[in-house]
């Protein structure tokens, strides 16, 4: 299998939803992507979807070896619903020399055994998708959010009526609210270096890091 020194390379193995959501995007950035599974009708479907699709079963420790596995940048496991597979299969990519491995986990104790078995990173897709939902259903400021640590998110977030009008400097977002703005987007136009003098309009939308704690506040 041929592969570019210059592009980013990735195996996911699992071509479920969430493997096949995760490695054609990774493939429409222009990375080159592996996908694996013994199911042959999944590999069928992505074959020509992604740069390279192969049918084996995971779990066999000289098959995945023959992949070559130390060569990729990323190593994906997605197939969160089989806990006993996706162990294995974290713990021999690790053990055949894989740079980073991710793995999907089905709940938090699944999640532990990952890292325990030398998963790098963890997903918890359901779980984090549930919180987005849940913030968004009871904010009415927040448009969306991504958590960046248990203390810290990054939000698009609308103006609140006292903001509208007022410049930066006026409000002293970081100061006196804890609210650092990365950019602000009105309309189709984005200003990604928000002055201290710019002027917040009523449709706004505004990119922010702040604490969960002053979330919680706007809500």
């Not at 078995?117 to 009415?140: C, I, K, T, Y």
Request: aromatic share 4%.
């Amino acid at each position: 299998m041929s592969r570019n020194r210059g592009k980013r390379q990735y195996i996911v193995v699992g071509l479920g939803r969430f493997g096949r959501a995760i490695a054609e995007t990774l493939c429409q950035d222009g990375a080159e992507v592996l996908g694996v599974d013994r199911r042959m009708d999944l590999v069928e479907e992505m074959r020509d979807v992604l740069t390279h699709t192969i049918q084996l079963d995971a779990m066999d420790r000289d098959a995945l070896a023959a992949l070559g596995v130390q060569d990729f940048d990323i190593a994906f496991v997605t197939m969160g619903s089989d806990i006993r597979a996706s162990g294995t299969i974290v713990l021999q990519l690790k053990e055949l020399g894989a740079k980073k491995v991710i793995a999907k986990a089905q709940d938090e104790f699944h999640g532990r055994m990952l890292e325990k078995l030398g998963a790098d990173q963890v997903l918890f897709p359901e779980r984090d998708m549930g919180r987005r939902v849940a913030h968004n259903l009871v904010s009415g400021n927040i448009i969306d959010y991504l958590e960046l640590s248990s203390q810290y998110s990054m939000a698009e977030i609308r103006p609140k009526r006292e903001w509208v009008g007022k410049a930066l400097k006026q409000l002293e977002m970081r100061n006196r609210l804890g609210i650092n703005v990365v950019a602000i987007r009105s309309g189709d136009e984005l200003n990604a270096m928000p002055m201290p003098d710019t002027t917040l309009g009523e449709d706004d939308v505004l990119l922010v890091v702040t604490s969960e704690e002053t979330l919680k506040k706007l809500r």
